[in-house]
């Protein structure tokens, strides 16, 4: 069942599980299609304006769980493109087309490295910014610990 757009973390996740089957030469036009997606879909610019104050983190290099459009980051489905630009990086061009620039890995691996913890975890959104207090206010017993990104 698809809730809502989750585009980029079924193709990474797709393509993972293609690659695994070894068919690379049967399926080279997916695997093209999957790899010009994932690279139009990786977010290239911060957030407008004086994001930092606004309470944004820097979301230059991830990917989002839909789309570029979507425009917030997600670690894991940042974590899962790469793999999957890396796979693409070691194949031929005539399977997997135009290959990444090496400043788009640098730019993802930034932005999943930030994310990261003083205790080495990493959150799915922003990093852990808000008192642990603000958990009092959860209105849900049985949803412990939703209010504030934990790692």
């Known amino acids: 069942m698809q809730s809502f757009g989750s585009q980029t973390w079924d193709c990474a996740l797709a393509i993972q599980a293609l690659l695994a089957c070894n068919l690379t030469d049967e399926i080279g036009p997916i695997l093209m299609k999957a790899h010009d997606f994932l690279k139009a879909s990786q977010v290239t610019d911060n957030p407008q304006g004086d994001f930092r104050s606004m309470f944004r983190h820097i979301s230059k ?10 425009g917030w980051q997600v670690s894991d489905c940042t974590a899962e493109a790469l793999l999957c630009c890396l796979h693409f990086s070691m194949m031929r061009p005539e399977i997997v087309g135009e290959k990444m620039e090496p400043e788009r890995f640098y730019d993802a691996v930034n932005c999943i490295l930030s994310l990261q ?14 008192p642990s207090w603000l958990e009092l206010l959860n209105p849900i017993e049985f949803l412990d610990k939703v209010i504030i990104e934990h790692e």
């Not at 290099?61 to 979507?70: E, I, L, P, V």
């Not at 913890?117 to 808000?130: N, Y």
């Open 117 to 130: 913890s003083e205790t080495g975890g990493v959150p799915a959104w922003e990093p852990t910014g808000a």
């Open 61 to 70: 290099g991830g990917w989002t769980f839909s789309n570029k459009d979507h």
